[in-house]
């Protein structure tokens, strides 16, 4: 195991939540995720920042979480897929999905959710080309995308 | 939401626009995926790969890895071989003299082969650990095609003595005797099917625990055939079949990928025995998946003759085919006869000759990929169908029109024996070319031209069988013990009176939680919400039988069936049970859903006993039943059986599928006169997969697999270089499509119901690859008058520009030869 002052003391926050842990300098933003703090809504896919299934925010920002250090992410502020939901209820992007058949396996959808989430923040009315553009780094490899951009137009409406 | 059915009042919720059981957990990032489960003392693994695609292993040495704080264990492959019997192999003779491992003894057959594997205490540390063994390798010479790899000038498994795994020939009706009829025939001298993989985008993830309490080996896995896997195993690691226990839960993508990840599954295995029976956890890098989990078949078709009459009909086909299933055959040789699933295509010819051949090469080991091995055929077909009508001027719509199955031949049985259930090409045609927009297209295809724009319209007609017939593994291998296809599920009320489903499937995306829970709502007569069904593999759930998976198109004839006889035994007992408390005759009993929630009432009184009631009587209430009802569990487990029989093994003949979804797919595509990029312009997919059980799941497993055969057919491909070295090893290279690629696919159906199907429903999933064989066929007509003739399944702008640029210069890759034969 490495040794005690290898570790680096970070804190950040998620989903509202303050943690301070020590981690290994190369741990990921998305192994500190779903290893540290047992969130697993933040899925690997392809390790080189391809496929975005472990697209989160990383204050107010998407980022790839396979990509970024958790170092860096010492002092700020993430919202993952388990966020989203308040008291319960889903997200309207989360209902979008689920009513437009947006996602089969379901593996990539945490990550084209906060795509969505940043998108929508952004653009209250995205054209179909944005939406194309805003999740182009998530690949999904069920649905063809059709209902995905389906479910997306739909949130956008509702929002 | 639900259907009125007129006949007895009675709601219908198959067919119906049901939402999703699965969405729940999935769109709150509760999915349970095998990468979220951690297990106390859990080590993990990691692999120790060759970068050689065939080298000899000289040494290993390991003790470096073993001496970092931290790593458990090292397992190199000349262990594993110790411990092991080889992996069974279907094929024979030769077949059976290749001896598989899950990693490499002495010596490795592709690039990624697993060498050793590090155990350590975090996967980081395994890695780091991995990365400490060293390997001494003698290079050898690698042989990457397979044509090349036919000529046996470098063997990867010389036990066998021979690159070739298989060879066989299917000839039906007088070959001979077509071709000295035919008005002409048309030569062409090679066609090639490339390799790619559906890539899932959750990779393989295993945990394996070999128990030393109480002996047994466990594993939480996201395999997609685990009755086949346990299958492979047991006899592996020299143990029982019933010692192991499989668990899969959700499932992210498999596509037939995931059917061969029991070689990892035996690693983990051992690596755990050799922890002290600590649990083991490895999960898949994307590198690792892209070099060693499994790849799609890639075929070449050599010397291919097309008899056709006057009227452009085609007669007969004579082909050589010579498919390259990578170092090991694994599930194969079963390739080298699936395709014949679909011998004719949708095409009414009843003459051909294909002389078959499977060979080794120092590739990665294919696997039963989305469309596994009847889309090579398919698109062969296709390509035929689509140069023939090029060559002999006939438009590719009139061409498929002339040549295709009628729907008043159906049931058609195919020269080989396969009886097609349903289907009518020529509708799908009309309603794809109505959704297109035919004849505008052409219209402004034709002004394009005339401003030198490459704009091409193609079709593809494809077929997904589904439902195998294990039989045809008897037409490669007379010893081989399989046939028929079997599957088992479990309907009881539980002591509750909760109603609880239980499959042998596992499901990746594609709703079986959904539509089981829709047949058991019709027949129990009460609202899908109320019905839980438990999916996923579990041995000790014992609904399984030794097909049981998910894989081949099959869920909507066999899971089904299997969910739908089960529910009715359930209600048979319920009935005789009501019959009994309630003293009325079994006749006068309805179904439905009462004040108290789900009831078993007479009709048309107030006396009704809640399904809860029946429960009780069954589970714990039991001395209030009379002994002639001790039969009765309320819990009933039922095994389907397809009606199939043993093919005809000398005459490769015999019913290989039990039915025939079929699509059709319109593109429109141009290509790009600067970068020859080809880009979609329109595209339409037609679907048939008979009675339709919840449209929107599948409209949606069309749309994804139209995308993975757009991919495949612009994008996607596992290429080598000339030594075996990997050029595709990362989603970077491999570049998986993406939503800015995907255009918007406008989605028609038609629906013939199946016979062969209690419901009509036909297996659907799989698609065909209906987009490799339409893109293929657009590119062609785009690019026929340069004289370029399509022989490659894949088609990017770099491949585009290759074909213009030899256009013209050398031998016309395919020839008519008219005959003159009197009309």
Known sequence: MPEQEQMVAIRVKVNGKEHKLQVEPR?????????????TGTHIGCDTSYCGACTVLLNGKAVKSCTVLAVHADGGEVLTVEGLAKNGELHPIQKAFGDAYGLQCGYCTPGLLISTYQLLQRNANPSEKDIRKAIAGNTCRCTGYQNVFKAIKAAAKGA | MADQDKSNGQKRWVGQRVPRKE???LLRGQGKFIDDIKLREMLYLAFVRSPYAHARVVNVNTSAAEALPGVAAVLTGREVESLTSPFIEIGPDQCQKIADYPMAGSKARFQGEPVAAVVAESPRLAEDAAELVQVDYDPLPAVTDAEQAEKNESILHENAGTNVVWRGVFEYGDVEKAFREAASVVEIDRLHFHRFSSTPLEPNVIIAQWDNKDGRLYYWCNNSFPSFAIQFLAPHL????????????DIGGSFGIKITNYTQMAVCALASRKCGGRPVKWV??????????????????????V??????????IDSRHIDDCGAYPRYEPLGCVIWSQVFPGVYRFRNAKIDFTQVVTNKCPVGPNRGYSRMQHLWFLERICDICAHELKIPADEMRLRNYIRPEEMPYTTPNGCVYDSGNYPKMLEVGKKLIGWDEWKRKQAEARKDG??????????????TNNFGQSQIINPYAPF?????????????????VVAVGSCPQGQGHETTAAQIVADLLNVTPDLITVRTGFDTERNVHTGFSGTYASQFAVSGLSAVHGAAQKLKKEMLRLAAFTLNAKEDELELGIGAQGPEVRVRGTERSIPYGGLANIVNVNSAVMPEELHEITLNCRYIWRAPFKVPDKAKKYGNLTLTYASQLHIAVLEVDRDTYVPRILDYVAVDDCGTVINPPIVEGQVYGATAHGIGAALMEGCFYDEVGNMLTSTFSDYTPITSVNMPNVKFGDIQTP???????????????AAPIHTLSAALQDALFDKGIIIDDSFNNGDRVYHLMQQAGKGKKPARVKPRAVPA
């Open chain 1, 27 to 39: 741990l990921l933003l998305v192994e500190l995720l779903r290893e540290n703090l047992d969130l």
């Open chain 2, 23 to 25: 969405e729940g957990r």
């Open chain 2, 238 to 249: 020299r143990i029982h079949i019933d010692q192991i226990r499989v668990q899969t839960f």
């Open chain 2, 284 to 305: 898949e890098t994307r590198t690792e998946h892209m070099l060693s989990s499994a790849h799609g078949n890639e075929r070449t078709f050599l010397n291919t003759r």
């Open chain 2, 307 to 316: 008899a056709l009459d006057k009227n452009g009909v085609i007669t007969a």
């Open chain 2, 453 to 466: 724009r490459l704009i091409g319209i193609g079709i593809g007609t494809t077929l997904d069988s589904g």
């Open chain 2, 483 to 499: 046939s028929g296809n079997s599957q088992g599920a479990n309907v009881k009320l539980d002591i509750y009176g909760e109603i």
């Open chain 2, 754 to 768: 199946s016979p062969h199907s209690f419901n009509g429903a036909k297996g659907m999933g799989e698609g065909g």
